[in-house]
């Protein structure tokens, strides 16, 4: 595949070119848990939703091991490839795939070794645990292949081939789809199937990305030296997509434990259905910030500030116009997101109309909350990149999921995203005001 001048080339177009693979490659990543959510609740029932819900943040914690070092160390190689430094960007690359590799195992044998007391720690159930127990079993054994895929479209996307990066991530989205149904409705494996054959199309899509290293436009090339430094480097820059990613996983876990106490279940299966719809936002979102990180990157390293500025006010742009769309859908049509993973009860549908509307409102500024962090990462600066992420992902979701419940009840819970992205808006506009004036 002919690869992209990020150096040269006008900026609209090096970011259009992206835009479209980006957005399909970590909206199809997206699908992955949305196809199993709609063809679990059609064939399971709610409690097979809530029990996946509640073992979302490890498929979140998985991903974003492989967000860390591939973003974190695909912005670093992009950037020395920008200098013409190529054996740097190559060392890079290496320590980047050794660290990957390395917590990969280690992920995995944790898992299976405590895996009852992991998944007890993430809300388990007895009521819910003929569905867990399925379901974690299969994802925790799989977990090198969710981290190796992030990690290869991070990489891919930054040598140049976005179009293979989409290729691979949406051949493992319909296998994907296409297994659900098979393994759910046809063989009847219930939580099992769904997750193997999330696994399975995952599978695909790492061995789709690593048909990369065989293309003569790769220069994704080993180099043996190592070093911790680079490693720490690789580390510090990742760090703000690994709790970008995790974050998700955590604010889950913290909002299933809220809504047991505040209202049970019941309140779990409300969130599952918000939970993954917001996924797919995210995705989204997160594609088109992705976009630009190469452009970002690479004119950075070659010291071309004025492109930068132009990629940053296009992708602060496109991604505000996408964040009003969200909202927009998520107040006129609750009800019909509701439907799209279950048939929901009078009960099921009345408090799920007021959560999406008071959730959703969220995303009028979340997306711009992402962009700022991503250009922050991709210009080597990721303290103001962590501060970004810490505050929307972990600090103010913390605090405000403890606090507005209790005044405000169970709606508080539905609003505490929405004014940690408020929040957080504010603090990026600061950062971005002072790094541009």
């Known amino acids: ?57 490890l498929y979140n914690t998985y991903f974003g091991i492989g967000m860390m070092c591939g973003v974190g160390g695909s912005v670093l190689f992009g950037f020395s490839r920008g200098r013409g430094d ?71 996307r930054n040598d140049g081939a976005p179009r293979l990066a989409m290729a691979g991530v949406i051949s493992g989205g319909i296998t994907n789809v296409i297994l659900d149904y098979v393994f759910i409705f046809i063989m009847k494996w219930g939580m099992g199937g769904a997750m193997l054959a999330t696994a399975t199309g995952t599978t695909l899509t790492v061995l789709i990305l690593s048909s990369h290293f065989l293309s003569k436009e790769n220069h994704l090339k080993p180099i043996w030296n190592v070093s911790l430094k680079k490693v720490l480097e690789i580390f510090g820059n990742g760090l703000a997509s690994f709790i970008l990613e995790v974050s998700n996983g955590f604010v889950t876990l913290l909002f299933n434990r809220q809504l047991l106490a505040y209202v049970g279940d019941l309140g779990v299966v409300v969130y599952g259905i918000i939970s993954n719809t917001a996924l797919v936002v995210i995705s989204i979102s997160n594609g088109m910030a992705q976009a630009v990180q190469p452009l970002l990157s690479a004119n950075y390293g070659a010291g071309k500030k004025d492109r930068v500025r132009q990629g940053l006010g296009l992708g602060i742009r496109v991604s505000l116009a996408a964040g009003l769309i969200f909202t927009a859908l998520g107040f006129f049509f609750p009800t019909q997101l509701a439907y799209l993973f279950l048939e929901p009860t009078e009960e099921i549908l009345s408090m799920a109309v007021t959560a999406i509307r008071l959730y959703f409102l969220a995303f009028l500024v979340s997306e711009w909350n992402i962009m700022c962090s991503t250009y922050f990462q991709s210009v080597v600066q990721p303290k103001r990149s962590l501060a970004i992420t810490l505050l929307r992902g972990v600090v103010l979701n913390t605090v405000l999921v403890l606090v507005l419940p209790a005044i405000l009840g169970v709606n508080g819970i539905w609003l505490v995203v929405t004014v940690s992205e408020f929040i957080t808006a504010a603090v990026a506009f600061f950062f971005i005001r002072r790094e541009t004036h």
């Open 86 to 156: 190529e054996k740097r960007a190559r060392s890079y690359f290496t320590a980047a795939l050794c660290v990957v590799l390395a917590l990969s195992a280690v992920f995995l044998i944790l898992g299976r070794i405590f895996f009852n007391p992991l998944i007890t720690f993430m809300g388990n159930t007895p009521l819910l645990n003929e569905y867990t127990v399925p379901y974690g079993t299969v994802l925790t054994t799989a977990a090198p292949m969710f981290a190796l895929s992030s990690f290869l479209q991070a990489f891919v």
């Open 1 to 57: 595949m002919k690869q992209i001048n990020m150096l040269e080339s006008p900026v609209r177009q090096v970011f259009f070119s992206y835009l479209v693979p980006s957005i399909s490659a970590t909206l199809v990543t997206s699908i992955y848990i949305l196809a199993d959510t709609m063809m679990i609740g059609r064939g399971v029932g709610g409690s097979g939703i809530a029990a996946m819900n509640i073992l979302l943040p």
